[in-house]
């Protein structure tokens, strides 16, 4: 079965502390990934995807094929990196998206 | 943000009774989709369009039906509603059923069932 898993359903860390979110996923075949983020008030919106292996805005996040992991990660979080975090798996060729629970990430002052 | 619109943004409804919200986009995207969002359970699809009058279910597609006219429309009805239908509902297009494209979503119909 295809699934996507985030763990902790809130991540709270002081500014300037690293932040992982953690993402794993089940898939038969070659996952596409992706990070979506949800900023208070704010439409969903790409963060980032795997194929790209880009950085925006610090975070990064890299494919483990083996540990079927996605986790998303930034080595010093901000406070307007609170948001909701969303790992998302592209599911066959018609774009549908399968997202995971979902993480609300919390950077205290 | 890409031209995508949903309306209404805020509905309340009864029990039993119809609703039919509306998404609007102006990308010319082929592909369209219905998520709605829950606590605990992320963003689940609903129904999704691969073009004018193709349509498939999704996840949660039960209680639920679409209808796709033209390119830009895409229209999400609940035959008769239910409290378990009170959700947020998200619309997204998305261009190309090519890998690495960008899925983008409109700002959301808070849809209250009483």
């Known amino acids: 079965a295809q699934r996507v898993t985030q763990p902790e359903k809130l991540l709270s860390v002081f500014k300037g502390a690293p932040v992982e979110l953690k993402c794993n996923y089940s898939?038969?075949?070659?996952?596409?990934l992706f990070w979506y983020v949800q900023y208070s008030r704010q439409r969903l919106q790409l963060l980032l995807r795997?194929?790209s292996r880009e950085s925006i805005k610090g975070f990064t996040a890299d494919l483990n094929k083996g540990e079927t992991s996605f986790h998303l990660k930034k080595p010093f979080a901000q406070e307007e990196d609170s948001a909701m975090y969303y790992c998302?798996?592209?599911?066959?060729?018609?774009?549908?998206?399968?997202f995971g629970q979902g993480t609300t990430l919390q950077v205290k002052p | 943000d890409a031209g995508i619109t949903q309306s209404p943004r805020h509905k309340v409804t009864e029990t039993g009774t119809p609703v039919t919200l509306r998404c609007h986009q102006t990308?010319?995207?082929?592909?369209m989709y219905w998520y709605r969002q829950d606590p605990g359970h992320g963003l689940r699809l609903i129904h999704y369009s691969y073009g004018v009058k193709d349509t498939d279910k999704g996840e949660v597609s039960d209680g639920y039906s679409v209808s796709r006219s033209k390119t830009e429309d895409f229209l999400l009805t609940l035959e008769s509603a239910t409290s378990s239908q009170t959700s947020v509902y998200f619309c997204?297009?998305?261009?190309?059923?090519?890998?690495?494209?960008?899925?983008?979503f409109g700002q959301g119909t808070r849809l209250t069932v009483v």
């Open positions: 898939y038969s075949g070659s996952p596409e």
């Open positions: 998302a798996l592209r599911s066959g060729n018609t774009g549908k998206l399968i």
């Open positions: 795997h194929i």
């Open positions: 997204a297009i998305s261009n190309s059923h090519l890998s690495n494209t960008e899925a983008f």
């Open positions: 990308e010319n995207h082929r592909y």
